[in-house]
């Protein structure tokens, strides 16, 4: 059995790591979703290389339903839905039913659910000067877009939480 230098064996080694992920992020991460604030770095790890990266509203709902997309290279990547629904719905049964996610982990006192490839969470209007609602917050992402449970986990609680800091609960009229 004849062995390589090291050196050789080195040299290989370091080309072959260099042939993977070569394409780079030319791109500033957004630091707003929907009009609310994230920090870019939470963002990042579920964004694919490109050059342009775009988000617009997409066929928004008054007063029901807002969306948007996050679109690299004109290719959607990420999408963030928030709905306003009757009180007292769960973060996993709607991954489970609108998602078809199979078994979604769950944090925040159940009020949180997310996979590699999607997340899901309620915010509960409660206090007495708005409307008894719950606003549910669905974001996904698509090929190009990258999977990872970690980091829609990150990306659905700093969400929620610059979400609740937004006051999005309606308040009672009159």
Known sequence: MRLLPLAAVTAVLVAAAGCGDSAEREYAVPSSLCGIHIKAATLTPLLPPGKR???????PVPDAITTCEVAVDKKVVLSVERERREPGAAARDIAVDQLSAHDPESAAARTIAYTDSAAVSI???????VVKEDISTVIRVFEPGRKDESAFKNLITEYTEALKRSTPCEAKSG
Do not use: E, L, Y
């Open 53 to 59: 990266i775009a988000v617009k509203p997409a066929n």
């Open 123 to 129: 915010t509960r209007c409660t206090a007495p000067d």
